[in-house]
């Protein structure tokens, strides 16, 4: 094991890496906030310290994603699985309309099975057959009179696949789950019905899930769901509708003054998120003999790097290397296999460049 006071490069795909400057100003305050006497973990939800960090948190998303006054923000739990369910739940069940679901990996596919037992939902296009390799490329032909959203999942983590835009499907609201790739660069809102992420990947501990939704869609609340299954509910009450997981929202709201301070802002970040991706890519593709990409190259994540060996049985070697060299987390998802490296927001530069000098050296004594 790994002295504690050494940090490793953790390549992990989520619960993922944090910037170390929030995790050492969450030490720091742990045991008490300044001035306040107790830990975040310990005051009230409907109190005056935490409704701070919950303003921070949410005003904190508004301005740096410039969401609009005709947008809510919900912080939840229950994270992709419960919206899988929610999201059908709210806009398909009882309407005369289909869902159109657009299945580019493991987790579309999840969210397709979820709704098809709500609802008339429809695969509109499905990349399983050629493995997960590729995305769609031509707009949707859809009627906003036929189907009541189109979802789809920006960044396929597992199979490291990822939307270079949003998809065109007409008039029909897009639903994405963006999990793995929020906050990793600019985008517009406008073109989202509602855009949601667990934030254990790019932004924030597990236990929280971000929900940017356009009010206009949000159903009336007399309706006959659960009550937490209602976003008029979460709406109504400023996100507080049950307590919210406080710490989550907590270090959200660290995240993202880091995100808009230290760390220069999402264009910034998204410039440094495509260099990183970029030094991995061009390893691989160099070394042609060695190892396989997963996703056609005009697909590939800029989030979650995944590729094979030509040789299944260098995987492990290359693992153990890894992690001699302090790299971690690098065993690919079991259904794909290999090796997936995640390059979140918070991975710095340096650890994607150690990373791809040690696969230039294994690549070269192994090649």
Same mark, same amino acid.
């Given at each position: ?90 806009? @398909?069940?009882? /309407?005369?309309?289909?869902? #159109?679901?657009? $299945? ?9 099975? %979820? =709704? ?49 835009g ?37 932004a ?33 009450n400023?996100? @507080?509708?049950? /307590?919210?997981?406080?710490? #989550?929202?907590? $270090? ?9 301070? %230290? =760390? ?7 410039e440094?998120n ?28 800029v ?10 049985s ?18 690919g ?9 995640s ?25």
């Amino acid at each position: 094991m790994h002295h504690h006071s050494e940090r490793v490069y953790n390549f992990s795909a989520g619960p993922a890496v944090l910037p170390k400057v929030v995790l050492e100003r969450i030490a720091s305050e742990m045991i008490s906030l300044p001035g306040v006497g107790s830990s975040i973990l310990e005051v009230s939800h409907r109190g005056k310290v935490f409704t701070e960090y919950l303003n921070r948190a949410r005003d904190g998303l508004r301005n740096t994603l410039k969401v609009p006054d005709e947008y809510e923000i919900l912080f939840l739990q229950g994270g992709s699985r419960l919206q899988f369910a929610m999201l059908p739940m709210n806009f @398909l069940r009882g /309407t005369q309309k289909k869902a #159109a679901y657009a $299945v580019t990996g493991s987790w579309g596919k999840q969210a397709l099975a %979820e =709704a098809e037992r709500l609802g008339k939902a429809e695969c509109v296009w499905s990349g399983e057959d050629q493995g997960f390799v590729d995305l769609p490329t031509a707009p949707f032909q859809l009627d906003a009179n036929d189907y009541s959203y189109f979802y789809y999942v920006s960044n396929e983590t597992i199979q490291g696949l990822q939307f270079p835009g949003e998809p065109q499907a007409g008039d029909v609201p897009l639903i994405c789950d963006a999990s793995s790739d929020f906050l990793h660069k600019p985008i517009d809102i406008n073109r989202y019905g509602i855009i949601y992420a667990c934030a254990q990947k790019n932004a924030g501990p597990a236990g929280l899930t971000i929900v940017i939704i356009r009010k206009e869609m949000i159903p009336s609340g007399n309706s006959d769901l659960p009550g937490y299954l209602d976003y008029h509910a979460h709406a109504a009450n400023g996100s @507080l509708f049950n /307590t919210p997981p406080t710490f #989550a929202i907590y $270090v959200f709201a660290l995240v993202i003054e880091w995100l808009n301070g %230290e =760390a220069g802002g999402l264009e910034r970040m998204y410039e440094l998120n495509h260099r990183k991706a970029k030094l991995l890519y061009d390893v691989i593709d160099r070394f042609q003999g060695v190892y396989r990409g997963h996703a056609k190259a005009e697909c590939r994540s800029v989030m979650n790097v995944v590729f094979n060996f030509l040789d299944e049985s260098l995987k492990e070697k290359f693992l153990m290397g890894a992690e001699t060299a302090g790299l971690t987390s690098l065993a690919g998802h079991r259904s794909v296999g290999g090796i997936r490296a995640s390059i979140y927001n918070a991975m710095p530069l340096e650890g994607v460049e150690k990373l791809a000098d040690y696969m230039f050296d294994f690549a070269e004594s192994n090649g």
